[in-house]
């Protein structure tokens, strides 16, 4: 199963071995290394990584739609917002009277509100299980609403990137506001625990590091399944010449829709992991520059390659951290030239410049 | 008492019910010898008519060709026949069951009708042997196409279809990498895939070699008895080489229909095509 995942997939190969040697050596880095040792990885450092593999696993998603499937979506930013309010809303009910106003039964900013209770549709957040089936129902719902409408009428290329942006930019609006019941402005934040676990735990956050790792090296896998079977095969042929497709007799607008549900339900899971790891989700998440930025992450990692992404998101997004506590206001400026010298020098991005070996003629 | 009708229908023995009954679950009716029936056709866009009232059929088995100057509406009227664009009057019928105004893309191919485009369309990414591949005939939903693998069957006939378009040599390249001609051959052949009843074929021969139109017009003479296939096509010398019954269209309907010499003969034909 898996040698045949990654047959002729040298790179994916590279990168998942990378990944589990992470995945093992950094937690024991920090726990055997002393301090003072120069190995030694701090925790701090370890949420940062597990943040990073977060990314990773949405930009695979929006890999996989826009390299393989050639939807440029400009929202995904939505999915993995989504996946994160379902994880926050879950955090949010674990911190009980914990909160400043000490309110067992509300989140500080509902006692703020003077709310007397919990809104309908945080009911059953207090459940972990719950919380997580709705990581990824949400979002693929979403997704799979949003398909229906877009994909039947046959909206493509630009039109349909304007109304992701469209749609990640309405939700972002309606997060904002505070009747919603999702923290509003500020978002939700000030998590205790996780599963009775505290997140400021070191063991905690190694573990969510692990977990992360792990789900990205199962996303990846995934996407390959898709990418190699045939239905992938097809994918990229509507990605080539839609016309001709759909005169051979698939229907378009269904494998449209299956592989951009998935690709959104990968989305809130990587949401759902980030969460946790940063301690705070936020409407700016919805921002449509947010999503835009995703798209240049693979862009510059290189499309249509899956592992291209994961190295766009993590050479990013390290620069982005390097720099933005350097020169914050150069960030915008770093990320657009990058994205410009790619897009001109290097149209198939960052793992374009590895030389194929034994590549199909 | 509609609801009462409709409980009614809906109890019937000898009916099987609608969304059961799907269009590609019926066989093709040809016992009265036509494939494919297209009776007073009009389309038009912004106020020009496209097709202008056309009507035609196609026999059983038929090579028909289709000639006509430019803009004659040739293309507009396999876009029609394979639910690219909608009439705004007329019918079309596969067979004499097959109501083809009623189906999308999807459902008309899986019907049994393969198109190629009048600009060679392949899937320039993928190998040869993928472009048949995702052409073969079965079941096209995203989870059948998900766990779909080749049986050797499928693979014995990949390897037929390769021969007679004559691409064995070139299974395991890019489709992008050939030749013009080369990917008017691919196309017929992921047409041939799916094994369609009926082969509407646009302007197979442009941009080729004569040796490559002699093999074309072989390729697709001996297509014609099993398949029915029709035929659009620009050359003379290549429609003259294949045709027994050719139909010339012009602004939108029929002109003249019958063998190459009568039509040749034609003084309609001659003044507005021919003798250009
Ligand atoms: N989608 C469309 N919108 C507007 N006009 C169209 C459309 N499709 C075709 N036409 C017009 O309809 C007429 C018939 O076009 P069609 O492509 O069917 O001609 P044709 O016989 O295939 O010509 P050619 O030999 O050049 O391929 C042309 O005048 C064309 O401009
Ligand atoms: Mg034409």
Known sequence: MLTKLLKDDRGGMVFLIILSLVAVLVPLLNIFVPESNPLHVSTYTITLLGKYLAFALLALAVDLVWGYLGILSLGHGAFFALGGYAMGMYLMLQIGDRGVYGNADLPDFMVFLNWTEVPWFWSGFNHFWFAMIMVMFVPGLLAFIFGVLAFRSRVTGVYLSIITQALTYALMLAFFRNEMGFGGNNGLTDFKDILGFSLQADSTRIVLFIITAIALGLGYLSCRAIVVSRLGKVAVAIRDAEDRVRFTGYRVDRVKLAIFTFSAVLAGIAGALYVPQVGIINPGEFSPLRSIELVVWVAIGGRATLYGAVVGALLVNYSKTFLTAAAPEMWIFVLGAMFVLVTLYLPNGIVGLIPKRGAKA | ?276
């Open chain 2, 1 to 276: 008492m509609k609801a009462l009708n409709n409980l009614r229908n809906f109890a019937r023995r000898d009916k099987v019910f609608d969304f059961v009954d799907k269009p590609t679950n019926r066989a093709v009716d040809t016992s009265h010898g036509h494939i494919l029936y297209v009776e007073d056709v009009t389309v038009s866009f912004d106020g020009f008519k496209a097709i202008n009232d056309l009507n035609f059929y196609i026999e059983v088995g038929e090579l028909r060709c289709m000639i006509g100057p430019n803009g004659a509406g040739k293309t507009t009227m396999m876009d029609i026949i394979t639910g690219k664009t909608r009439p705004d009057k007329g019918s079309v019928f596969f067979g004499q069951n097959i109501d083809l105004l009623k189906m999308d893309e999807p459902e008309i191919s899986q019907m049994g009708i393969g198109r190629k485009f009048q600009k060679p369309t392949v899937f320039e990414f993928h190998t040869v042997f993928e472009n048949l591949e995702l052409s073969i005939a079965g079941d096209k939903d995203v989870w059948s196409v998900f766990t779909a693998k080749l049986s050797s069957e499928q693979l014995d006939r990949i390897a037929d279809v390769l021969t007679t378009i004559g691409l064995t040599e070139n299974a395991y390249q890019r489709a992008g990498a050939l030749s013009h001609g080369q990917k008017q051959w691919l196309e017929i052949g992921m047409l041939l895939m799916q094994n369609p009843k009926l082969l509407l074929v646009d302007e197979p021969v442009a941009g080729m070699t004569h040796q490559e139109m002699d093999r074309t017009a072989e390729l697709l003479t001996s297509l014609a008895g099993e398949h029915s296939v029709v035929v659009v096509e620009h050359d003379m010398d290549f429609v003259r080489s294949i045709a027994n019954k050719v139909t010339v269209l012009h602004q939108g309907s029929v002109l003249a229909e019958g063998t190459m010499d009568e039509v040749q003969n034609n003084q309609k034909v001659i003044e507005v095509y021919l003798g250009e």
